[in-house]
């Protein structure tokens, strides 16, 4: 005999993080939010992992195939893992579906351990997937247009082959782990979404991006006045092909980070582009954005510094 059917919206309250940059005490900000609040979901949106680990990573070893001279395993199988098994034991049953992605920050080389982590039921690696969740389709994807950084993991060039003035090209800086050359001359963002997605219906897809799209209130730079050899710098540093594909293919709702004061400097970390709710978690300050949704309506969503 079953018994009294859950309230579908108390059942489907998400969490949705990103950009915490191995911080703890923002990872203990989280995970006191989800043993209270006991949600169904929590998105993890990139740049998980503390920034001095890609840093040298991107500054290691003598080619793009270079590994990182110190691994950020440490952090994730010591710290994040651990905190998740005891969330895990502690919430028994209602220990939430958790969806992580990695972002242009974070070494590739640790993408096999979020593979282990998914193993043992910690968590849904969600990078260039689609997972059937209690009628949504929640999908990942984790590369951003070309930055200034040298660690190229995470990087693709967005509709083109074109680099904004100040940027290194994906063929350029360091990888954590080999990439054909071929991938890195040709793979574009456009390309890689439309084989994500294919033809399929996005009525009702949760789409966890680390880029925000371009041109929005979302994707917001502080780069005002500046210029690389005399030409100046577009403030809008998103990616293309992803606003294309909102525009096209409106999927329910899109989850961003990436561009920490773009919120800061627009004042909204939420945009709704046709049927399309695109909400962002990047932060500049010390403290946790949490960015709080209901699929069922997401224009109700919250954002709340803990």
Known sequence: MHGPRPDPEEALRCLFVSDLHGHESRYEALFAAVERERPAAVFLGGDLLPHWMARRASTAGSGPGAAP??????????????????????MGAAYPAVFA????????????????????????????????????????????PPTPFRLKDWERYDVSRFVDPG?????????????????ARLATIRDDLDRLAERRDLARAIVLFHSPPYGGALDRA??????VDHAPLDVHVGSIA???????????VTLHGHIH??????GTWREISGRTVSLSAAH?????????????????????LL
């Open 284 to 304: 500049d300050g010390p403290e946790l954005a949490l960015v709080r949704f209901d699929p069922h309506r997401p224009a109700d969503a919250t954002r709340e």
């Open 261 to 266: 004061e773009s919120a800061r400097l627009t």
């Open 167 to 183: 940027c290194i090209s994906p063929e350029e800086g360091w990888r954590t782990v080999p990439l054909p050359e071929r991938e």
């Open 222 to 227: 502080a780069l005002d006045g500046r210029t």
């Open 242 to 252: 992803i606003a294309q594909f909102i525009a096209a293919r409106q999927p329910l």
């Open 101 to 144: 992605i990695l972002g242009n920050d974070d070494g590739r080389v640790e993408e096999e351990a979020l593979h282990d982590a998914e193993r043992r039921g910690l968590l849904h690696y969600a990078h260039g997937r689609c997972t059937d969740w209690r009628g949504f389709d929640v999908y990942g994807y984790s590369y951003v």
């Open 69 to 90: 001279s110190e691994s950020s395993a440490g952090f994730l199988r010591g710290f994040l893992f651990d905190r998740l098994q005891a969330l895990r034991r502690a």
